[in-house]
């Protein structure tokens, strides 16, 4: 089991920001894919963003397109998703997420993840 640590959510107010990260372990090589997924009260979870261990290729769910960026800082052995002009439809638990398959398909589905965070919430509220 691969463990994944999230921080940095809390409560912003609308159009504010937070930045979250994704700690990994460092024995664990920068070669899988990481991503951001979220869950509202209700709802399923939603893949938010992703970035591709084969080039850094980046892809965002058309809900958070150009306000949401996601990073990764290998040295750190840590993935961010910077969240800028957050709405109260931002509000849910985010979980980082990893493949076990080496240079994977960068993909926003939550079954293509084999390894899961413990989830940090965030809520948009004034």
């Known amino acids: 089991q691969v463990q994944l640590v999230e921080s940095g959510g809390g409560l912003a107010q609308p159009g504010g920001s937070l930045r979250l990260s994704c700690t990994y372990p460092e024995s664990r090589l920068p070669v899988y894919n990481i991503a951001w997924f979220r869950q509202a009260p209700g709802k399923e979870r939603e893949g938010v963003s992703c970035?591709?261990?084969?080039?850094?290729?980046?892809y965002y769910a058309d809900a958070v397109k150009g306000r949401f960026t996601i990073s990764r800082n290998i040295d750190k052995y840590t993935v961010y998703l910077q969240m800028d002009s957050l709405k109260p439809d931002d509000t849910a638990i985010y979980y980082c997420?990893?493949?076990?398959?080496?240079?994977?398909?960068?993909?926003?589905?939550?079954?293509?993840?084999?390894?899961w965070g413990q989830g940090t919430q965030v809520t948009v509220s004034s």
């Open positions: 970035i591709s261990s084969s080039d850094g290729s980046t």
């Open positions: 997420a990893t493949q076990d398959q080496m240079f994977g398909p960068p993909v926003l589905k939550a079954d293509a993840y084999n390894h």
